[in-house]
C-alpha cells in the first residue's frame, strides 16, 4: 500500500509540475525540511529537504511565478519550461518513490512523472499561445492565476491526500483529452 501511495504522490506532484516547475519541488522542500506528513521524500534524495535546496526552490518559485505576469516573457518562459517540467515532473516521481529494482523505477518516474508533467505544461503553453492570440496578452494574466493555483491545490492534494490527487490528475488529463480531440477534429473539418 505504502509503495501505491508513493507513486500517486509522485505522479500528483509530477502534474502539479506542469503547471509550475518549481512550485511542488519547493512545498516538497518544505514539508521534507520541516518532516510534515505521512509520506515524503526517499533516502537518496533526501537533498530536497536541505536549507539550501529550500531557499534555492522558493527564490525560484517566486521568479518563475512573477515571470508569467510579465507580457511576452511569459510565452518566452513557456519554451523552456515544457522541457524543464519533464526533469521536474521525472525528479520529483523518483525522490517520492519507494526503493524498487532501478529499471522499474525510472520507467515510472520518465513515463509517469516526465510524461504527465510535459504533457500538461505543453497543453498549458498552448493555452497562453492562444490567449496571447485572441486577447492580445490580456487574458494571460488570468491564465497564469489559474496555472499556479492549480500547482499549489494539486501540490498539497498530492501530498497530503495521495489518492485524491491522482483523481484530480486523471480527471485533468482527461478533460486535456477530450479539448484536444475536439480540436483535431474541427482542425480536420474542410
Do not use: H
Amino acid at each position: 500500500m505504502e509503495l501505491i501511495l508513493s507513486i500517486c504522490l509522485g505522479i500528483g506532484l509530477a502534474a502539479a509540475c506542469g503547471f509550475r516547475v518549481f512550485i511542488p519541488l519547493f512545498l516538497a522542500s518544505i514539508l521534507s525540511y520541516f518532516d510534515i506528513g505521512t509520506f515524503g521524500i526517499t533516502d537518496s534524495f533526501e537533498w530536497i529537504g536541505s536549507l539550501p535546496a529550500l531557499l534555492t526552490f522558493g527564490i525560484a518559485s517566486l521568479v518563475e511565478v512573477f515571470a508569467y505576469y510579465i507580457p511576452f516573457v511569459d510565452n518566452a518562459l513557456d519554451s523552456i519550461a515544457v522541457p524543464l517540467a519533464t526533469i521536474s515532473g521525472t525528479l520529483i516521481t523518483m525522490s517520492t518513490m519507494l526503493e524498487l529494482e532501478p529499471l522499474v523505477q525510472w520507467s515510472i518516474a520518465l513515463i509517469a512523472g516526465g510524461g504527465i508533467a510535459g504533457m500538461i505544461k505543453g497543453s498549458s503553453a498552448g493555452t497562453r499561445l492562444v490567449s496571447s492570440g485572441t486577447t492580445g496578452g490580456l487574458a494571460n494574466p488570468i491564465v497564469s492565476t489559474a496555472e499556479t493555483s492549480a500547482s499549489i491545490g494539486i501540490s498539497f492534494l498530492a501530498w497530503f491526500f495521495p489518492f485524491l490527487g491522482i483523481a484530480v490528475v486523471l480527471i485533468i488529463l482527461f478533460v486535456l483529452y477530450r479539448i484536444i480531440k475536439r480540436f483535431r477534429r474541427k482542425k480536420a473539418e474542410p
